[in-house]
T-cell receptor, first 111, second 113 residues
């Protein structure tokens, strides 16, 4: 069963705008990660946030984590056409080396 | 460095045929994983191997077998393919120091007729 569920399922924005994606999960976690998948390619790790962290930045990416609401958000600022991809959250709930992926948000950035 | 490689890239099988998907990594990672990705389902873990010589079932292991041949290679075998196994299969690896960050191969697109 899926642990994470992303919202929205699809998002279309103009280049230069910010994109926000949300992830909700069901059980307690050790950490949460975000991955990007370009069409026809494998997933690429973007950022990891631990359960005792509330916010993390990496370049144009900002991730927040609210463990009381069991939710996380990924903000991509000043989006570019190259950001067009699907974005997945992945949670680690303590199982040995097991990571559970959500269903993904498909982002389209229009030039 | 090639990272994580998978062969073949595409495969079409008939129901009942068998095949092995190959995965190799040159990242010296201990952990290796096999996932399948279906539309609207995200990625689901089939099997994983925490280290050479060990394998464990994931969420959807039925119909599959795996072999961790050595530290570099982790293969996934379909003994008798079924249309329900039509999917995109991804291999991933993780190091012992940072097991949460996984590195993915490019995928194998499998169609079972």
């Amino acid at each position: 069963s899926q642990q994470g569920e992303e919202d929205p399922q699809a998002l279309s924005i103009q280049e230069g705008e910010n994109a926000t994606m949300n992830c909700s999960y069901k059980t307690s976690i050790n950490n949460l990660q975000w991955y990007r998948q370009n069409s026809g390619r494998g997933l690429v790790h973007l950022i990891l946030i631990r359960s005792n962290e509330r916010e993390k930045h990496s370049g144009r990416l900002r991730v927040t984590l609210d463990t009381s609401k069991k939710s996380s958000s990924l903000l991509i600022t000043a989006s570019r056409a190259a950001d067009t991809a699907s974005y997945f959250c992945a949670t680690n709930s303590g199982g040995y080396q097991k990571v559970t992926f959500g269903t993904g948000t498909k982002l389209q950035v229009i030039p | 460095n090639a990272g994580v490689t998978q062969t073949p890239k595409f495969q079409v099988l008939k129901t009942g045929q068998s095949m092995t998907l190959q995965c190799a990594q040159d990242m010296n990672h201990n952990s290796m994983y096999w996932y399948r990705q279906d539309p609207g389902m995200g990625l689901r873990l089939i099997y994983y191997s925490a280290s050479e010589g060990t394998t464990d079932k994931g969420e959807v292991p039925n119909g599959y077998n795996v072999s961790r041949l050595n530290k570099r290679e982790f293969s996934l075998r379909l003994e008798s393919a079924a249309p329900s196994q039509t999917s995109v299969y991804f291999c991933a690896t993780a190091s012992a120091l940072s097991t949460d960050t996984q590195y993915f191969g490019p995928g194998t697109r499998l169609t079972v007729l």
